[in-house]
T-cell receptor, first 116, second 122 residues
Framework: AQTVTQSQPEMSVQEAETVTLSCTYDTSESNYYLFWYKQPPSRQMILVIRQEAYKQQNATENRFSVNFQKAAKSFSLKISDSQLGDTAMYFCAFMTYTGANSKLTFGKGITLSVRP | GAVVSQHPSWVICKSGTSVKIECRSLDFQATTMFWYRQFPKQSLMLMATSNEGSKATYEQGVEKDKFLINHASLTLSTLTVTSAHPEDSSFYIC??????????????????FGQGTRLTVV
């Protein structure tokens, strides 16, 4: 079974600063996908970034980038130039692709507050 | 990205009654839909996986007779909370995956989420 661990329950960052959210996972699979989802106060789940395990290059999406360390089973999210709208709960998620029924395994989440 | 619409956004019902929550994929065919439950400040807990035209697969510990799931078409799945009790009060979220076939293999890894339904049982 796969597990996803987010050990920091809360973090706070000053607007315009950079923050890194940690995530580790455990799996015996070699091919899988990792995701970071954002859940703002509206509670709508929004995909922030996705990483395929077979790709060595770290994924980036504008101000969001990941540090994917496959050997260490670590998948951290870096948010640069933090904005007030980044205030949300962030979930790290894992998935082995076995077809349409592939399930997402979520971490416990971290609440990020961006201070003005 | 694709759009998943969940309805209603919030509902209050009396204890003992049943409540139906709808999840629709608006611009793609969702061969698979997932239903989650989320308590405040906690993670999403997968309740069941539903496939169009077949019975849902429930996660361990989820009562299939209490949480009835129907996936009658490629764009609609419903979750019915039967004989609701206050402990069923929660936030319910659906997600759907595009069954676009092999040429959409990358898109198939992404699950699109509905807006969620806040259920309060009084």
């Amino acid at each position: 079974a796969q597990t996803v661990t987010q050990s920091q329950p809360e973090m706070s960052v000053q607007e315009a600063e950079t923050v890194t959210l940690s995530c580790t996972y455990d799996t015996s699979e070699s091919n899988y996908y990792l995701f970071w989802y954002k859940q703002p106060p509206s509670r709508q789940m929004i995909l922030v970034i996705r990483q395929e395990a077979y790709k060595q290059q770290n994924a980036t999406e504008n101000r969001f980038s990941v540090n994917f360390q496959k050997a260490a089973k670590s998948f951290s999210l870096k948010i640069s130039d933090s904005q007030l709208g980044d205030t949300a709960m962030y979930f790290c998620a894992f998935m082995t692709y076995t077809g349409a029924n592939s399930k997402l395994t979520f971490g416990k989440g971290i609440t990020l507050s961006v201070r003005p | 990205g694709a759009v998943v619409s969940q309805h209603p956004s919030w509902v209050i019902c009396k204890s003992g009654t049943s409540v139906k929550i709808e999840c629709r994929s608006l611009d793609f065919q969702a061969t698979t839909m997932f239903w989650y439950r989320q308590f405040p400040k906690q993670s999403l807990m997968l309740m069941a996986t539903s496939n169009e035209g077949s019975k849902a697969t429930y996660e361990q510990g989820v009562e299939k007779d209490k949480f009835l799931i129907n996936h009658a078409s490629l764009t609609l799945s419903t979750l019915t909370v039967t004989s609701a009790h206050p402990e069923d009060s929660s936030f319910y979220i659906c997600s759907a995956r595009d069954g676009g076939g092999q040429r959409y293999i990358f898109m198939n890894t992404e699950a699109f989420f509905g807006q969620g339904t806040r259920l309060t049982v009084v």
